[in-house]
């Protein structure tokens, strides 16, 4: 076949694939229902590169190739004159038919031009995320505390993570989960360590040491739970405290300077007595002194004619009449929890002055049992010295000054109720360092026995401590015991 015959098939098959494509883009100007769209335009576009036969030609063929064409040139022409309407930057470029089926077959190729970045458009009342301060665009959002969130930048002050819950609590404007707050304000109870429970009326009731502040559930003074004998703080289930041989519980940290026999407590003994010299108050008489069981002072208390003693527990005795009272020869030794293996022996205490004997409770730590030492020799003092017939607020207050001034100058050396001897301080500081300096915890203790001295509810012990410790803050010790021994009350 010669040339002639190729150019004849060739050529229609171009045309059809024109005539084709025109057809599609007149319909596209001209609304048609094949309008590209939902994602079809690729498919047309895919059709029209394919190679279809070429069929038989006739003059019809030609006739509606020219009204085709007349169609696309009015097509473009209306086009045209839209895209001259549109402002600057929305025109598109069709100068001639062939640059529209190259346009078309470009915008498909995502190559040809740079990535779409969408500009930021803010309406009016745009929202700003109250947690990140971004403007909220699109999407989901939250709106609280009378501001907008992203749903991931409203979290929890507490854990961080962004709350999902429908409910949550505030603590002024800050959002929490609801664990996480119950976690940082519902107090828990530091004797079973669970959530202190509401009662009848729906609130939080529990109970608060003034001192330690030690928080626990009502229910924990009625269920036997232990009580340290010294410090007063209640058992925690994670932490036991030892059983002395009376009964009485002992926590760890009063256990660490406890006292157990008489030989134990002699060096401190002296050191107080020492301390009286120091403030001019020397005690020429030799005093015996034991350390003894709680039976073994409840019974001393019933054989004593005179005194005062602190209910529901008293834990020294300065004694005036003979008796026989068992003492602590050996302290006892721990097994496991329990103090056992004490022993003790029976001594007859004999009359060579107005004082006998002064018995102090045994187990008790350093500072707890110096006090009621310093106590009990004030009330040795005064008996030595003719105070004679004072009353009960008078007597049980001026000895109280004498235990809180001898703690004060050992938790705070240095302080207005040290001696200025220099032999009674050298003898308190010795006895303190054969037990080693006195740790924060020691310190802490003797805070504790100061506060208890000063904030006593009882008339006796705490009303005759004010009283007193008011007259000697205003006079000094010495022209207050002056005025108690002339007068029998303290000087106002």
């Known amino acids: 076949m010669g040339p002639s015959g190729v150019n004849h098939l060739s050529h229609p098959c171009i045309h059809e694939r024109k005539s084709r ?3 599609w883009l007149g319909k596209l100007f001209k609304g048609g229902s094949n309008r590209v769209g939902g994602g079809r335009h690729p498919q047309l576009i895919g059709e029209e590169n394919m190679v279809w036969g070429a069929p038989a030609r006739s003059l ?3 006739g509606r190739a020219q009204k085709e064409k007349e169609e696309l040139d009015h097509a473009i022409a209306i086009s045209m004159a839209e895209d001259l309407k549109r402002p600057n930057g929305y025109r598109w470029r069709a100068d001639t038919d062939e640059d529209l089926p190259r346009g078309v077959q470009d915008s498909l190729n995502p190559s040809a031009y740079p990535p779409y970045t969408p500009r930021q458009f803010y309406p009016s009342g745009h929202r700003v995320c109250g947690g990140c301060n971004q403007e909220i665009v699109y999407g989901n959002y939250l709106g609280c505390l009378d501001s907008f969130f992203h749903p991931d930048c409203f979290r929890c002050l507490s854990c961080g993570y962004a709350i999902t819950e429908r409910e949550f609590s505030l603590s002024g404007r800050d959002p929490y989960h609801k664990s996480c707050f119950k976690e ?12 202190i429970p509401t009662n009848a009326a729906g609130l939080i009731e529990y109970r608060c040491h003034p001192f330690w502040s030690q928080k626990y559930c009502p229910s924990h003074e009625h269920d036997n739970t232990a009580r340290c004998c010294s410090c007063e703080r209640l058992e925690s289930w994670n932490a036991r405290y030892y059983i002395l041989e009376d009964g009485r519980s002992l926590c760890l940290e009063c256990m660490e300077s406890a006292i157990m026999d008489t030989g134990d407590c002699q060096p401190l003994y002296h050191a107080i007595r020492d301390y009286y010299e120091g403030l001019y108050m020397r005690l020429d008489q030799q005093i015996s002194m034991l350390l ?36 602590i020869l050996r302290r006892p030794r721990i097994g ?9 022996q029976p001594q007859k205490l004999t009359r060579r002055c107005e004082v006998t004997a002064i018995l102090v ?29 004072l009353n009960i607020e008078v007597e049980e207050g001026i000895c109280q000054v004498l235990s809180y001034m001898w703690l004060e100058s050992e938790v705070m050396p240095g302080s207005k109720s040290m001696p200025s001897t220099s032999a009674a301080s050298s003898s308190s500081s010795s006895s303190s360092s054969k037990k ?21 509810a ?21 022209r207050t015991l002056d005025h108690i021994r002339l007068t029998g009350n303290f000087p106002l």
């Not at 940082?184 to 959530?195: D, G, N, R």
């Not at 496991?336 to 003790?344: E, K, P």
């Not at 409770?361 to 003719?386: D, F």
């Not at 924060?440 to 003797?446: H, S």
């Open 184 to 195: 940082l304000t519902h107090p828990k109870c530091e004797v079973c360590h669970q959530f």
């Open 60 to 62: 019809g063929d030609r």
């Open 21 to 23: 494509f025109m057809k």
């Open 292 to 327: 003894v069981e709680r039976q073994a002072l409840n019974e001393a208390i019933v054989g004593e004619k005179n005194g005062f003693h602190h209910l529901p527990e008293t834990r020294g005795l300065c004694l005036s009449e003979e008796q026989t009272v068992t003492s």
């Open 436 to 456: 080693g300096a006195k740790s924060d915890v020691e310190n802490k203790l003797g805070e504790f026995f100061m506060y208890q001295i000063a904030h006593d």
């Open 458 to 478: 009882s008339p006796a012990y705490g009303g005759g401590f004010r009283a007193a410790n008011a007259a000697v803050n205003k006079y000094g010790l010495a």
């Open 361 to 389: 409770l045994y187990g008790l730590p350093r500072l707890l049992t110096g006090a009621i030492l310093a106590h009990e020799l004030m009330h040795g003092w005064l008996r030595l010295k003719g105070y004679r017939n």
């Open 336 to 344: 496991g929890h329990r103090l056992v293996g004490m022993r003790t």
